[in-house]
């Protein structure tokens, strides 16, 4: 579903003065094209911005378009404050969105000062102009629908009924991911909207009337072992205690509402999606509480759906701690995501990256599909993901592909690509990212670093020292971000962006950075005792000192 007050950029004719410093300016224009509500600048994650304001916005536009190789835009909290000095080897831009000070980082203060205009939160990657739209987070819940398939059911959710909420920026991920994995899902969403926009781009095959109609699709599928995503619209708070008492048991049940925010993200049962939307300024602390009260009753209810067997895990949105607040002892016996199902391959820095064709010509991910299967033909996970996604991942925005790929890896496919700029076989150059979510990049307590083996879960050394060895390996853009809204003081990141433009410059920078973001990724997790770690950086002698 375009919008045309945000076109995708594309083409080949240069607006700035060099392709670096275009194909910054073209994420950016991206990540609105793709965002969810790009009238106010958010992104993704309920207030993820992708700048601080309209007029920072063109500031930086208007800044990207005129700046030479030789200088280095600095943006604080998405408004860009400095145009530096500095080399053609330095990034091009340097960010830092987000970061509140320990003792004064909580919700409440993050509101404050938002509403004051002097900071906004950039999401992981909407500050950074990283998102991809959903397909952004699309092969890590599939991947983790596969671990779990691997984990109980003989390896396919085929015949299993999956229960989630929330298909927003990167919960609308989920029905695509859940049909790719053969499940029945059933997503559950208090925003007609956002269905209808899920149901548009053909991520849910059909939006049903009540629950009633969506519980007879879901088991029927499920019955014959048919895959099918079921969007339905409601309050999940509501839905997940009526299943509980129908005495259905899903196989899965996870939620990717946008829970981490009781204001602005999360809508309890207790209002209508409109009365929420009104309340968030009118009377913000009721609403958090109220916000609260239901994700008590919600996590009960996934409470009951594990205590009768069914497999279920917290997607990262914060949703335990919230309802431990609100006076759910129990609801850490629900595990994270990425302790229960992603550690070992954290361990050896395989984790989401990501790559951006800036012609907009769909052929040239085609190609470095081709190219990715040639690399890697012994890498089962990532050979199976680019022959699903190739054939099921719609395009949003300028085409992209997201894989899972490691230490090694992801340089050499990025060198490879930069030769393939350059000898002209594909159409124009390429930029690559990577999730914050990402072995050396992310410290948060309750969702990346959960139950790390030395109990460094707090620790944000890791995406510090990563940021600035990024800098030091001649990135072109190199971020830090803290969490805003529900996130506040909870996590911090670290996020980068590397262009392939075909010149001898560009190799450089994508062996040095990548190589070296991924060494972090696994010196951090070897330093805490993960045995995949150690092995990794012993055979891949990724400069790991072993104290
Ligand atoms: P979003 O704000 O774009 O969408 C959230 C959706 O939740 C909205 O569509 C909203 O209508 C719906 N919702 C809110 N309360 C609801 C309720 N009670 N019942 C049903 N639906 C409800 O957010 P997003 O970008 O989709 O992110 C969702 C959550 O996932 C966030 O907390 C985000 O931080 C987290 N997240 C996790 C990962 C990961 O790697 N697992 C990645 C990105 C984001």
């Known amino acids: 579903m375009a919008n045309p007050r945000f076109p995708t950029p594309g083409g080949?004719?240069?607006r700035a003065k060099g392709w670096r410093q275009e194909a910054l300016l073209r994420l950016l224009e991206n990540v609105l094209s793709v965002g969810e509500d790009p009238d106010n600048l958010i992104v993704y994650a309920s207030l993820g911005r992708a700048a601080r304001n309209w007029a920072a916005h063109d500031r930086i536009v208007e800044t990207l378009k005129t700046m030479n190789?030789?200088?280095?835009?600095?943006?604080?909290?998405?408004?860009?404050?400095?145009?530096?000095?500095?080399?053609?080897?330095?990034?091009?831009?340097?960010?830092?969105?987000?970061?509140?000070?320990?003792?004064w980082a909580k919700a409440e203060v993050f509101?404050?000062?938002?509403?004051?205009?002097?900071?906004?939160?950039?999401g992981l990657t909407a500050g950074a102009w990283q998102y991809i739209g959903s397909q952004g987070v699309i092969q890590g819940t599939y991947e983790i629908f596969m671990r779990i398939a691997e984990k109980r059911f003989d390896g396919t959710l085929a015949g299993r009924f999956v229960l989630t909420a929330g298909l927003g920026g990167m919960g609308g991920s989920q029905p695509l991911a859940g049909r790719m994995a053969g499940a029945a899902?059933?997503?559950?969403?208090?925003?007609?909207?956002?269905?209808?926009?899920?149901?548009?781009?053909?991520?849910?095959?059909?939006v049903a009337p009540d629950l009633d109609a969506a519980l007879d699709m879901v088991l029927a599928a499920k019955a014959e072992?048919?895959?099918?995503?079921?969007?339905?619209?409601?309050?999940?708070?509501?839905?997940?205690?009526?299943?509980?008492?129908?005495?259905?048991?899903?196989?899965?049940?996870?939620?990717?509402?946008?829970?981490?925010?009781?204001?602005?993200?999360?809508?309890?049962?207790?209002?209508?999606?409109?009365?929420?939307?009104?309340?968030?300024?009118?009377?913000?602390?009721?609403l958090m509480a109220e916000s609260r009260a239901a994700i008590a009753v919600h996590v009960s209810a996934m409470l009951d759906f594990q205590k009768a067997g069914a497999e279920v895990f917290d997607n990262g949105n914060l949703i335990r701690t919230h309802a431990r607040d609100g006076g759910v002892a129990n609801a850490f016996d629900i595990p994270i995501f990425t302790e229960a199902y992603l550690r070992p391959l954290f361990s050896r820095a395989i984790g989401p990256f990501r790559w951006m064709a800036l012609s907009g010509d769909a052929e040239d991910i085609r190609k470095i599909d081709d190219k990715v299967l040639e690399l890697f033909p012994d890498d089962r996970i990532v050979g199976n993901w680019i022959r699903l996604a190739r054939d099921n991942v719609p395009f949003e925005g300028l085409p992209a592909r997201i894989a899972w790929l490691g230490h090694g890896a992801r340089t050499e496919l990025a060198l490879a690509v930069n030769a393939m700029v350059r000898d002209g076989t594909l159409m124009g150059p390429v930029a690559f990212s990577r999730d914050h979510l990402d072995a050396g990049a992310m410290a948060h307590p309750n969702i990346m670093t959960e139950k790390m083996k030395d109990g460094s879960d707090a620790i944000a050394d890791w995406p510090l020292i990563d940021a600035m060895t990024l800098c030091s390996s001649m990135a072109d853009l190199v971020v830090v971000h803290s969490g805003g809204g529900g996130y506040a003081g909870f996590m911090t990141s670290a996020g980068v962006t590397l262009v392939a433009d075909g010149t001898d410059a560009a190799d450089r920078r994508l062996d040095l950075s990548l190589t070296n973001d991924t060494s972090i990724g696994v010196i951090r997790y070897a330093d805490a005792g993960y045995a995949e770690a150690a092995d990794e950086a012993e055979r891949k002698a990724v400069g790991w000192l072993g104290l």
């Open 12 to 14: 080949t004719t240069l």
């Open 69 to 103: 190789e030789d200088q280095t835009l600095l943006i604080q909290s998405g408004k860009p404050v400095g145009l530096l000095k500095t080399h053609p080897q330095a990034p091009l831009v340097i960010m830092a969105n987000c970061n509140i000070v320990g003792q």
């Open 111 to 122: 509101y404050d000062l938002q509403e004051k205009g002097l900071i906004c939160w950039g």
């Open 185 to 206: 899902i059933l997503c559950v969403d208090v925003d007609p909207e956002r269905a209808e926009k899920r149901k548009a781009i053909g991520y849910l095959d059909v």
């Open 225 to 286: 072992g048919r895959a099918l995503s079921v969007g339905l619209v409601a309050n999940a708070a509501d839905v997940y205690p009526e299943i509980v008492r129908r005495g259905i048991v899903p196989d899965v049940v996870t939620d990717q509402t946008a829970a981490h925010d009781l204001v602005y993200g999360y809508v309890p049962n207790t209002r209508t999606l409109a009365e929420a939307r009104a309340m968030r300024k009118t009377d913000p602390a009721s």
